[in-house]
């Protein structure tokens, strides 16, 4: 079993920066933190493998960056240049084996820490 709690949600404007955090009972192979917008379905945005290998979804890619503090057992995602578009509820998750952006082979789920972007 793996808890993972979020943080460092909140309301900014277009152009500005967030820093989200989660705490980890414990790390597993693959940490990822997804998105869900009203009315969308959940997506990937970015993963991490336990030796520290980052991937991005597209949408993000130059904006967003995902690290992790293994001596803390906090997995971040630094946000930049976050536009409405980002507006969403962000989840982290972890699973133990392969990393993608698959939601579905996701196993572990934190409640969620809402980001808001206004224009």
């Known amino acids: 079993q793996v808890k993972l709690v979020e943080s460092g949600g909140g309301s900014v404007q277009a152009g500005g920066s967030l820093r989200l955090s989660c705490v980890a009972s414990?790390?597993?192979?693959?940490m990822g933190w997804f998105r869900q917008a009203p009315g969308k379905e959940r997506e990937g945005v970015a993963r991490i493998t336990l030796d520290g290998s980052p991937d991005y979804t597209n949408s993000v890619k130059g904006r967003f960056t995902i690290s992790k503090d293994n001596a803390k057992r906090t997995l971040y995602l630094q946000m930049h240049s976050l536009t409405p578009d980002d507006t969403a509820m962000y989840y982290c998750a972890a699973r133990g084996m392969g990393c993608d952006l698959d939601l579905f082979r996701y196993n572990y789920w934190g409640q969620g820490t809402q980001v808001t972007v206004s224009s």
């Open positions: 414990r790390f597993t192979y693959c």
